[in-house]
């Protein structure tokens, strides 16, 4: 029976890759993001999740990786990343609901979640699911929208704004989008046996204006030389976070790769339909992309 999980933001039919980034003035943006990866990021790697992975911007960047498996609850989101990223054996395509990855425990060693986790009614419950997927000593990198960065502490001060920046409760400011606190975001870390080991501010210049005046690669460069001041403040509306799990949590389940969502058995990998051996429930592989999204 399927458990009740929170609603999920489904990007299906999107043209979000085309319209927000390709089309959207977010060159700048997407510079800044690759700076702070390329800090944040490990120089190798056997098995990256990358969760929210849409379709595929950031996936060419986790080159120390020997493997990656994008998830995304969208099939076409991942439609158009395997046509942007081909048949490339380092990929794996799972179309999931993050609150119930179908990975064994301590499968990975290592984990995204970028611009993702704003989508998430419950982040608590997304991030210990991440953590079950990777092993001791794994690093997860995480992208959070930031409310308490200095345009809506400026707002508030200046009542154009009703809710508070610096209240530790999530802000819901339109359907499954969602602003966290940092201090909440590092409890929620805390709590699923992760310690946070650098912090990054991103997007210091995102105002209309700037963007319009100074060019994208001259903002990226002057935002790669704040990030660092993550680290002690946090005023950016986008903060990203390396940190490593902690704690026996995640030891591997033999030599299974999936895991059955309807009984939690392991699966071993398989080029075609996945069958469970214990329920005999078959998980389709369509078109290269497994998909384990359970049906109401």
Same mark, same amino acid.
């Given at each position: 029976? +399927?458990?009740?999980? $929170?609603?999920?933001?489904?990007?299906?039919?999107?043209?979000?890759? !085309?319209?927000?980034?390709? !089309?959207?003035?977010?060159?700048?943006?997407?510079?800044?993001?690759?700076?702070?990866?390329?800090?944040?990021?490990?120089?190798?790697?056997?098995?990256?999740?990358?969760?929210?992975?849409?379709?595929? /911007?950031?996936?060419? /960047?986790?080159?120390?990786?020997?493997?990656?498996?994008?998830?995304?609850?969208? &099939?076409?989101?991942?439609?158009?990343?395997?046509?942007?990223?081909?048949?490339?054996?380092?990929?794996?395509?799972?179309?999931?609901?993050?609150?119930?990855? $179908?990975? @064994?425990?301590?499968?990975?060693?290592?984990?995204? &979640?970028?611009?993702?986790?704003?989508? &998430?009614?419950?982040?608590?419950?997304?991030?210990?699911? @991440?953590?079950?997927?990777?092993?001791?000593?794994?690093?997860?990198?995480?992208?959070?929208? *930031? +409310? /308490? %960065?200095?345009?809506?502490?400026?707002?508030?001060?200046?009542?154009?704004?009703?809710?508070?920046?610096?209240?530790?409760?999530?802000?819901?400011?339109?359907?499954? %989008?969602? *602003?966290?606190?940092? !201090?909440?975001?590092?409890?929620?870390?805390?709590? *699923?046996?992760?310690?946070? !080991?650098?912090?990054?501010?991103?997007?210091?210049?995102?105002?209309?204006?700037?963007? +319009?005046?100074?060019?994208? +690669?001259?903002?990226?460069?002057?935002?790669?030389?704040?990030?660092?001041?993550?680290?002690?403040?946090?005023?950016?509306?986008?903060?990203?976070?390396?940190?490593?799990?902690?704690?026996?949590?995640?030891?591997?389940?033999? /030599?299974?790769?999936?895991?059955?969502?309807?009984?939690?058995?392991?699966?071993?990998?398989?080029?075609?339909?996945?069958?469970?051996?214990?329920?005999?429930? @078959?998980?389709?592989?369509?078109?290269?992309?497994?998909?384990?999204?359970?049906?109401?």
């Amino acid at each position: 029976m +399927k458990k009740e999980t $929170p609603p999920v933001c489904d990007y299906t039919a999107s043209d979000y890759q !085309q319209t927000f980034w390709d !089309q959207g003035g977010r060159n700048y943006e997407d510079a800044a993001e690759k700076i702070a990866l390329r800090k944040l990021l490990p120089e190798s790697g056997k098995l990256l999740l990358e969760i929210g992975a849409g379709a595929g /911007r950031n996936t060419p /960047r986790y080159t120390g990786y020997e493997r990656v498996i994008l998830v995304d609850y969208s &099939m076409t989101q991942l439609e158009q990343a395997r046509q942007h990223l081909g048949d490339d054996e380092r990929y794996r395509y799972v179309a999931a609901d993050v609150y119930r990855l $179908p990975f @064994v425990d301590g499968l990975c060693d290592g984990a995204t &979640m970028i611009r993702t986790l704003h989508h &998430m009614a419950d982040p608590s419950l997304a991030i210990s699911q @991440v953590r079950s997927a990777l092993s001791p000593g794994a690093v997860f990198i995480l992208e959070y929208a *930031n +409310k /308490r %960065n200095l345009k809506a502490i400026l707002r508030y001060w200046l009542k154009k704004q009703t809710w508070d920046p610096f209240s530790r409760d999530l802000v819901e400011f339109t359907r499954l %989008n969602f *602003n966290f606190h940092p !201090q909440a975001i590092r409890s929620w870390l805390e709590g *699923n046996h992760f310690t946070i !080991q650098r912090q990054l501010s991103v997007s210091h210049f995102r105002v209309g204006f700037i963007k +319009k005046t100074i060019p994208p +690669k001259i903002l990226a460069g002057l935002d790669g030389l704040l990030q660092a001041s993550g680290a002690w403040i946090q005023l950016t509306p986008s903060v990203f976070l390396r940190a490593q799990a902690t704690g026996s949590r995640g030891e591997t389940q033999g /030599r299974g790769f999936y895991k059955c969502l309807a009984c939690d058995t392991a699966i071993p990998e398989s080029e075609g339909d996945l069958h469970c051996p214990n329920c005999k429930q @078959v998980w389709r592989n369509k078109g290269g992309i497994y998909d384990f999204r359970l049906k109401t």
